[in-house]
């Protein structure tokens, strides 16, 4: 089974409080999982591969053999697929700890970037991340 997963993450203030936020649907895409959560003060782009961490890790309790990643972060997809380099500290362990994930993985990995009005759903409770200081639990 493929699993499209919508990623986010927001950050108020650059570094500030942040939310992550991972919708996950079906081939059909009908709504299998969602979660979100608080990360603390992060800047947005450490925010977005938290979100990434997540998704990854939600997808690992689902029986899925394919995930695409779908992300309005054109740095973090870039970085990913490694058309850009990641120079920051605290990203590069964000982006070795995706890579730790998907080297255990039992499902074919895709990223894409999308337009951030494709991605309300992630947008949205990346938001409610922060406003709700819920801890993020995956």
Known sequence: MTIHA???GASRGNPGEAG???VLKDEK???IASIFGFVGSVTNNAAEYRALIACLKLAAKTKCDRLVVHSDS???VRQVKGDYKVKDVE???HFREVFALLE???YEFEIVH???EDNSDADRLA???IESRRPLKV
């Open 20 to 22: 992550v936020g991972v």
């Open 29 to 31: 895409g009908k709504k």
């Open 91 to 93: 990203i590069r362990k």
């Open 6 to 8: 919508f990623t986010d």
């Open 127 to 129: 938001n409610l991340g």
């Open 114 to 116: 999308i337009a951030r």
């Open 74 to 76: 054109e740095l973090m």
């Open 104 to 106: 255990k993985a039992s």
